[in-house]
Structures are given as C-alpha cells and as structure tokens.
C-alpha cells in the first residue's frame, strides 16, 4: 500500500482546469476576430439566400427590365461577373484565415480533453488499487474472523437485500 498515492496527494497533483475557450478568445487580436466573425457568417444559409436572391434580382433585372433602364447586358454580365469575383477574391483568403483560427481552437479543445482524460484514467487506477487492497484487508479480517470467504459473502449479500 505504500507505493499507492493517497487522496491527498492525488488532489495536490491535480492541476486546476482551465478554460481553452476563453483562453483562446483572450489571445485574438482584433483582425482574427474579424476573420471568425466573417468566417462565421459567410458559412451560412443566411449569407447563402443574400447572394442567391442579390443574384436572381440582378439576372432577372437585367432580362425582364425595359432596355433603357438595364444597366448590364444580358448574356455577357461583365459588371455581376466583376463584383461577384471580387467579393470572392476579397473572401477566400479571409475565409482560410478562420478556418486556420478555428483549426488552432479545435487542437487547443483536443489537447485539454487528452489532459482530462489521463489525469482521470491515473485517478481511477489510484482508485481501483486503493478498492483492491481494501478487499484483500476486508477478506484477511473475514479469514481472522473464522469465516469462510464464501460464508462472509452470503451474509453481506442478506444484509444488502434486507436493505
């Protein structure tokens, strides 16, 4: 028993968790902020339905609208084609920069999960070694006691369904 730690030590090992989410918030700057922020919102339905209403409203202006009031041709759509790769030239680069953000913040949350996980997995090893040595103390008083194993288990399995 006395390579075993005790509960005290175990405690005392036992670093305090730390919160990576607001550890890795506290770290952004302002334009890695902007980046998630963008990231975020460019990566949805929402962002989806504004480009591809923006897109029906310009095509269909531009077919159905009387000739004097069209303002880019039909079929060859230089200025939607223009705009349209600009908006994408502006956020391609921004949009890798989030997911670069958001792949550091998934390592960051990966890592403290390992740590959780090995310090529990040494803390239920300490715990079933303290439940093995309490057993075999518990079956040398049953041996001292004149009982037999087997005589000890069926009087604690009467005491617990009288329970």
Do not use: C
């Amino acid at each position: 028993m006395q390579n075993l730690p005790k509960i005290a030590e175990l405690l005392r090992r036992r670093k305090p968790l730390k919160n990576v989410n607001q550890e890795h918030q506290e770290t952004l700057s302002p334009l890695e902020r902007l980046a998630l922020w963008i990231t975020d919102h460019v990566g949805s339905m929402g962002f989806f339905l504004i480009v591809f209403t923006w897109t029906v409203l310009w095509l269909s202006w531009n077919f159905l609208a009387p000739p004097h009031l069209k303002f880019d041709p039909p079929m060859a759509f230089v200025f939607w084609l223009f705009l349209s790769n600009m908006i994408q030239l502006f956020l391609m680069p921004l949009i890798m920069v989030g997911q670069n953000l958001q792949s550091r913040h998934a390592e960051l949350r990966a890592e403290h999960d390992y740590q959780v996980n090995l310090r529990a997995e040494q803390e239920i090893e300490a715990l079933l070694k303290h439940i093995e040595y309490q057993n075999r103390l518990l079956l040398a008083l049953v041996i001292k006691s004149g009982l037999t194993a087997e005589e000890a288990l069926r009087l604690a399995e009467g005491h617990q369904n009288s329970l």
